[in-house]
């Protein structure tokens, strides 16, 4: 087992969840960043859909950190939260963790990023958002 601090996950059910496969590797055999931030966009628009209660289209990427690698086999966890509303954009936390060794309970937080999804109508303009509350 790694020497990293030994974390558990948060306490409630992940918004995406998936098993890292071979076919999303990079050259030098660990999981692609790219495949990574593509789940980091859907789970950060899952929740961005369900505030807007309609269609949301990415805007900005605000940050993206790369902690820790992701390995063939790892069961990843994503877990997003709003975390701010504006007339018509949303703006999503997403953190990302690895269930590695999972006979070993080893979970390591290996990426977190900030991004920004605009709701927009059926012509894919701009649309303001109803006096939702965050949540």
């Not at 990293?4 to 969840?17: A, D, F, H, N, V």
């Amino acid at each position: 087992m790694d020497t990293e601090k030994l974390i558990s996950l948060p306490e409630r059910c992940p918004t995406l969840r998936m098993l890292a496969m071979p076919t999303d590797t990079n050259v030098a055999g660990d999981i692609f960043g790219g495949w990574i931030m593509s789940q980091v966009d859907i789970a950060g628009s899952v929740v961005a859909y369900r505030q807007a209660q309609g269609r949301v289209v990415t805007v900005a990427v605000n940050s993206f950190v790369f902690h820790k690698p992701v390995f063939v086999g790892d069961l990843v966890n994503l877990y997003a939260d709003v975390t701010r509303i504006g007339n018509t954009s949303i703006t999503v936390d997403v953190v990302v963790y690895a269930e590695r060794h999972r006979s070993q309970k080893q979970v390591i937080r290996v990426t977190e990023a900030t991004l920004t999804y605009v709701a927009v109508d059926q012509n894919r303009q701009p649309r303001k958002l109803s006096e939702n509350k965050k949540g």
